[in-house]
């Protein structure tokens, strides 16, 4: 039996999805395990090419179960969205299924979250402003709905009744518009009509396929350096994209993870405000985020690009317990005469640092470099190890040694079979 963690290893946008769905073929179940819509799994396939915000990535295999687990923080309106889309390709739903313990995002939170972004002024931490911090911060207060509160409308009306005083009085503070409970409640009748056969208590179902020994994949979305405790705090997401709470967001006991595998691109990217040590902000950035396409897959927004960390890497490998490293976007960097990893750091007084530091030091430091001779050739198209150009093994084996993780895959292109396979 195998239970697997997919997690990103860096700021997110690594190509978690490309890699679930290279691996789900011989997996029985993907579960999604935590965030909403804030963020998008790009997947070229058969089917064409596509970027899912909810529905997990193995969602193309047909046989494979995949649920949107209890972690998750889901805007029904996307999802239908998402649905729509999917099915006009041609791509069977039928084992798609809804925790009942995942909480909605509410129009209000939408609302909120974009207001809230908006008064931080210079301060701005680059929400997406999909109301997914405002959702999550409900469900700590436990006040939010959840999807199998749609089951049961009348309970559903009174948490609706009990919330909008409260979120009325923040909307007045903000010279905003109050919503009516009326209105929400015919939207959430909406989404209980569309949605409520999908929604029911899937720990059941996962535990009897844990118990059978099926091979599972859980999906992380964003990566290490945007979690709410080991990231770039405040710049982060508001949940726990780590391998660790794969367990809680899935329902599936810790010990049964027996594989965590981390997506790191051959470069880095991230979106938003905060800290990014080795961003180029030059010709040579340009130039990797017109070639690797670097633009959100939820905002359109321009992603930083820089040079690969290694600092990152090894900090995410430690806090994910990473058993395998799989990297994506070789190809990007098949032109380049000169490419360059970032080993450490350099403080304000001049110090080396290897680690970490806190998000305050972080935004100060100046990144150390390696510098490796680029290999000028194409590696699409390239299916084993040992046919990659000797310059990217040699690039490819550091990364290694420093983040003390072996690498199993190699992604050289967006479809699915444009995969090095190592295990």
Known sequence: MTVTAVVGVQYGDEGKGRVVDYLAHTSRMVIRFQGGDNAGHTIVNQFGTFRLHLVPSGIFHPGTACVIGTGTVINPDTLLTE???????????????????????????????????????????????????????????????????????????????????????????????????DELFEICRGWADKLGSRIIDTLPMVRSAVERGETILL????????????????????????????????????QKITRVIGVCKA??????????????????????????????????????CGWLDALVVRHAA????LTDLAITKLDVLDGFPEIKMCVAYRDKTGGRIETIPDPIAMETVEPIYETFTGW?????????????????????????????????????????DAMIDRS
């Open 267 to 304: 470069y880095a990217t991230t979106v938003g405000a905060g800290p990014f040590p080795a961003e180029l902000q030059d010709e040579i950035g340009t130039r990797i985020r017109e070639i690797g396409r670097e633009y959100g897959a939820t905002t359109g927004r321009p992603r930083r």
């Open 219 to 254: 999906e992380g979305q964003l990566g290490v350096m945007k979690d709410v405790d080991w990231g770039t705090y405040p710049f982060v997401t508001s949940s726990h994209p780590l391998a660790a709470y794969g367990s809680i967001g899935a329902g599936i006991p810790f």
């Open 318 to 321: 430690w806090i994910n317990g």
């Open 83 to 181: 649905l729509s889309e999917l099915s006009a390709a041609g791509v069977s739903l039928d084992s798609l299924c809804i925790s009942d313990r995942a909480h909605l995002v509410m129009p209000y939170h939408k609302l909120l979250d974009g207001l809230e972004e908006s008064s931080r002024g210079a301060q701005k931490i680059g929400t997406t402003k999909r109301g997914i911090g405002p959702a999550y911060q409900d469900k700590a207060a436990r006040s939010g709905l959840r999807a199998g509160d749609l089951h049961h409308l009348d309970y559903l009306r009174t948490r609706l009744e009990q919330n909008a005083p409260r979120i009325n009085q923040t909307l007045e503070y903000y010279g905003e518009p109050a919503v009516h409970v």
């Open 376 to 416: 000028r050739s194409k590696t699409v198209g390239i299916r084993r190890w040992s046919d990659l150009p000797s310059e990217a093994r040699v690039f490819l084996e550091r990364l290694e040694k420093l983040a003390d993780v072996p690498i199993r895959y190699v992604s050289v292109g967006p479809e699915r």
